[in-house]
């Protein structure tokens, strides 16, 4: 398994923005975001996997979530932009190396501690 660590949490106002960073004990194939709130079970938000682009991203955070890898500091970045209310959440990190980009919390067997993200209106 991997240490994840994620940072970068905060109270923000509606529309504005938030950088989340994990930083991992070592590189893996696949990184991915996810998310819970006290009524939602862990949602995908967004992954990466091995190639440079590839990329996946949840419906309702196209275009305003951009998931990218350091992969010199084995860091895994989330940039949030435009940010609402119902992005209110406890954000983890999450990282496996089983040579497959999933988009399910079962394809991860690391996870970090989580961060929470708090959108006012």
């Known amino acids: 398994q991997v240490h994840l660590e994620e940072s970068g949490g905060g109270l923000v106002q509606v529309g504005g923005s938030l950088r989340l960073s994990c930083t991992a004990s070592?590189?893996?194939?696949?990184n991915g975001w996810f998310r819970r709130t006290p009524q939602k079970a862990r949602d995908f938000v967004a992954a990466?996997?091995?190639?440079?682009?590839?990329?996946y991203y949840a419906d309702f955070v196209k275009g305003r979530f951009t998931i990218s890898r350091d992969n010199v500091t084995n860091t895994i970045y989330l940039q949030m932009n435009n940010l609402k209310p119902e992005d209110t959440a406890v954000y983890y990190c999450?990282?496996?190396?089983?040579?497959?980009?999933?988009?399910?919390?079962?394809?991860?067997?690391?996870w970090g501690q989580g961060t929470q993200v708090t959108v006012s209106s």
């Open positions: 990466a996997g091995w190639s440079v682009g590839s990329t």
């Open positions: 999450a990282a496996d190396d089983r040579g497959i980009t999933g988009l399910g919390a079962y394809f991860y067997d690391s």
């Open positions: 070592k590189r893996t194939f696949s």
